[in-house]
């Protein structure tokens, strides 16, 4: 069965500094990756995915992804962070099923110090 | 842009009661999806559903559970005797098959 791993369950960052948000996952092909964001007390939004092609995947709010399949990770990354970035991010892996469900990771909550 | 829109944002309802959510999910959409979040956890898969059928479910998805898709618009999410370990966020999700799904804002069930 596919898992995800998101070994982060808090991370504190420096508004301005560098973010990298941590997710293995464990398939035996190539699966559909994704990140989605969920700000308290609201649904998910999907950041980015990858599906084939390009390893860096770029999205929205001027976040990016790498896959690594050497590493079995997609990694999320941000330059720079704003407070507004504040929230709980989740990495999910689709197996790539039409109609399969995602596969979602505990998620990482991350906090912007001023 | 087309969105997934829940209803009701929040239920409350006793232990042993029946509880349905719905859901409207984008219109050219072929698949969909609940997926549940207890509090402080991750988001889990439910079930899907396409061409009038479950298509997949979780070992979660047991009988108390049921899903439907009454008319061409709604999705429906059924419980039929709640229990206090069913509160949860539900969402629903849609697909156009491309693997991308769409999520809604959510239901917050509360079982008291």
């Known amino acids: 069965a596919q898992s995800v791993t998101q070994p982060d369950i808090h991370i504190t960052v420096s508004e301005g500094a560098s973010l990298e948000l941590r997710c293995n996952y464990s398939y035996g092909a190539t699966p559909y990756l994704f990140w989605y964001v969920q700000s308290p007390g609201q649904g998910l939004q999907l950041l980015l995915k990858y599906f084939s092609g390009d390893t860096l995947v770029q999205g929205i709010k001027g976040f990016e992804a790498e896959f690594k399949r050497s590493q079995s990770s997609f990694n999320l990354r941000k330059p720079s962070v704003h407070w507004s970035d504040a929230a709980e991010y989740f990495c999910a892996v689709d197996s790539g099923g039409g109609a399969d469900g995602l596969t979602f990771g505990k998620g990482t909550h991350l906090i912007i110090q001023p | 842009e087309p969105e997934v829109t829940q209803t009701p944002s929040h239920q409350v309802t006793q232990m042993g009661q029946e509880v349905i959510l719905r859901c409207v999910p984008i219109s050219n959409h072929l698949y969909f999806y609940w997926y549940r979040q207890i509090l402080g956890q991750k988001v889990e898969f439910l079930v899907s559903f396409y061409n009038n059928e479950i298509s997949e479910k979780s070992e979660i998805f047991d009988d108390q559970f049921s899903v439907e898709r009454p008319d061409g618009s709604n999705f429906t999410l059924k419980i039929r005797s709640t229990k206090l370990e069913d509160s949860a966020m539900y969402f629903c999700?849609?697909?156009?098959?491309?693997?991308?799904?769409?999520f809604g804002p959510g239901t917050r069930l509360t079982v008291l």
């Open positions: 999700a849609s697909s156009a098959g491309d693997h991308e799904q769409f």
